[in-house]
């Protein structure tokens, strides 16, 4: 009897990373080096995108990710960048996460070929989002000082999954019970050797950091 | 022919509903009143049950919901109640909410005939949390100042699903950009006539206005 052999390659199999790989064809296509911003609700990522964004020397764009409403997409008008406003309680089943195929959906709405960074700034949730793949290059998360030093080691898949951990807040500091040598001794052990940048989009201490960091996003990508 | 009409009733088709229904059962042959303690990562729901519990008039219990580890457990063993962890990380794919089923699967190790009021700690999000019944009489929201005024408007069906929203951290107002009138202002919008506490777990400001409130929850279930 002829046996063939299937091998199960779980990952093919999986949609969501199916769908990733189409949007990432996508972006490749179009020369776009793509950001998955990620944090908790709150920790500043709308901010900081107001804060860095206007001074990039490369052309970016934003798809912003909610539940419902568009009030971060609102706050980016001014900066007269391509805004896209994606949200999950339309056709999505209100979920607590952006998938690929949300994003997917939001494509025909994103002019591609006019810029050169898109950042997909994802729902606040230190949980599903990391489970999902969009098509993006790198994750950045953003830990506000304000939520506690603990965090790395309650939610470790997000920590681990992300390029970069900004450390965001910081002129709370003198204000909160959170030390900073305790959460990097924290984040180490979950996701030994990612790089970090403590900054304040408030004060805009170490928001230059950052700038600097999204500009050579695309060098680090292997061509 | 003879028909049947089946008339489709999709609360009782529902299998959380169906676990939190037992749930319920339990807790009220035991009398014992629960409360389902929700908010974003950092709120600090965990430091408001250190602060209120200890002086509370009646015997309390704790059941912790996070995705790993027992950190906020062993924060509050110094309280001397019971406390038992409840990992969605182990057996539950890592759940960012708690559901009635894996409340369920804690009940054995709860001593129901010991306490009056069991609050249930669950993971930290703005949205998946509020789709899942437990079994709970009550639910309680925790939003900090530190996480932005505009949160009631992004994540409206959180706010609208407790009966109390507790806004923390009032000690870090002269420090961050919370207008607590707008902040009101957009809890009526999305929940009418909600009531509020203001505190801070840090500074104990409120904190007696919280505990008090946590006494008063038996006498506000329908018999």
């Not at 990733?20 to 490749?28: E, I, K, L, Q, S």
């Not at 008008?77 to 939001?106: I, K, W, Y």
Request: aromatic share 4%.
């Amino acid at each position: 009897m002829h046996r063939v052999r299937v091998r199960v390659v779980e990952d093919a199999l999986d949609a969501n990373n199916t769908i990733a790989r189409a949007n990432r064809d996508d972006f490749d296509r179009h020369g776009v080096t793509v950001v998955n911003l990620m944090s908790a609700p709150g920790a500043g990522k709308t901010t900081l995108l107001e804060r860095t964004l206007g001074g990039l020397s490369v052309r970016a764009g934003v798809l912003e990710g909610d539940v419902q409403g568009s009030l971060d997409a609102d706050r980016l008008a001014s900066l007269h960048l391509p805004v896209v406003q994606l949200n999950t309680g339309n056709g999505f089943g209100g979920e607590c996460h952006l998938d690929a195929n949300m994003v997917r959906s939001a494509l025909p709405a994103l002019p591609l070929e006019d810029i050169d960074l898109l950042i997909i700034e994802n729902v606040g949730n230190l949980v599903c989002p990391a489970e999902f793949r969009v098509g993006e290059d790198v994750r950045i998360m953003v830990s506000s000082v304000a939520e506690g030093e603990d965090k790395p080691l309650k939610y470790p898949l997000m920590f681990r999954a992300c390029s970069l951990v900004v450390v965001n807040k910081l002129d709370l500091l003198p204000y909160v019970d959170f030390d900073m040598e305790r959460f990097l001794h924290h984040l180490n052990a979950v996701h030994p050797g990612v790089e970090t940048i403590q900054c304040s989009a408030r004060t805009g201490e170490g928001v230059e950091e950052l700038r600097e960091w999204l500009e050579r996003v695309p060098a680090r990508i292997p061509a």
